[in-house]
């Protein structure tokens, strides 16, 4: 499967952008599918996943409330609503997918669940 991430851009504090992600080679409903972003010297984070059986969602901690992961079959894409922007959400945002298998809960945090990657698109918040 392969994945190609967009949407990202500029926006200021407080505001919104919307991500998506095409998934191609593949029916978007056979995949568990994730959102993760890194900034500049920091460790790639969890942000949202959501599992092939819906309607198991998942959050990172910083994001809950304010960001929000769907899954469009109709355009065979994944998308990442983000609401209420703040300038600590400024990364490279990927997004990943679980090709095989149904994990547990907890390996949806964890990036080497994820056996696809999307090339990631940048998110800048200024305050």
């Known amino acids: 499967v392969q994945l190609q991430a967009s949407g990202g851009g500029t926006a200021q504090a407080g505001g919104s952008l919307r991500l998506s992600c095409s998934v191609s080679g593949g029916t978007l409903s056979n995949y568990g599918l994730g959102w993760f972003r890194q900034a500049p010297g920091k460790e790639r984070e969890f942000v949202a996943a959501?599992?092939?059986?819906?309607?198991?969602?998942y959050y990172g901690d910083s994001v809950k409330g304010r960001f929000t992961i769907s899954r469009d079959r109709a355009n065979n894409a994944v998308h990442l609503q983000m609401n209420s922007l703040k300038p600590e959400d400024t990364a490279v945002y990927y997004c990943?997918?679980?090709?095989?298998?149904?994990?547990?809960?907890?390996?949806?945090?964890?990036?080497?669940?994820?056996?696809?990657w999307g090339q990631g698109t940048q998110v800048t918040v200024s305050s």
């Open positions: 959501m599992r092939r059986n819906a309607p198991g969602t």
């Open positions: 990943a997918a679980v090709a095989t298998g149904n994990p547990i809960s907890s390996a949806y945090f964890r990036s080497s669940t994820y056996s696809s």
